[in-house]
């Protein structure tokens, strides 16, 4: 995993709040995913910790695929 000091990419952002999975990890204008896409082309999603949901900017796995 390839993460930069002070990236969004792979943390979690509870700072932005609650939120609903299905419509703030929504392509198409969601509060997580129009956060993370700003600096984390893989975007993002709402997911679950403990009992509540915020946003989680997704990761980018470099890899060198194996013919």
């Known amino acids: 995993i390839a993460t930069v ?3 969004k990419c792979c943390t979690d ?3 932005l709040g609650n939120c609903v ?3 703030d ?3 198409n204008g969601g509060k997580c995913w129009t956060f993370c896409t700003s600096d984390c ?3 993002g999603i709402c997911k679950l910790f403990g009992d509540r ?3 989680h ?3 980018w796995f470099f890899f060198n695929p194996i013919p």
Do not use: I, R, V
């Open 25 to 27: 990890d929504n392509p």
């Open 57 to 59: 900017c997704l990761c």
């Open 13 to 15: 952002h509870p700072e």
């Open 53 to 55: 949901h915020h946003c």
């Open 21 to 23: 999975p299905g419509a």
């Open 5 to 7: 000091e002070g990236s």
């Open 41 to 43: 082309e893989k975007g």
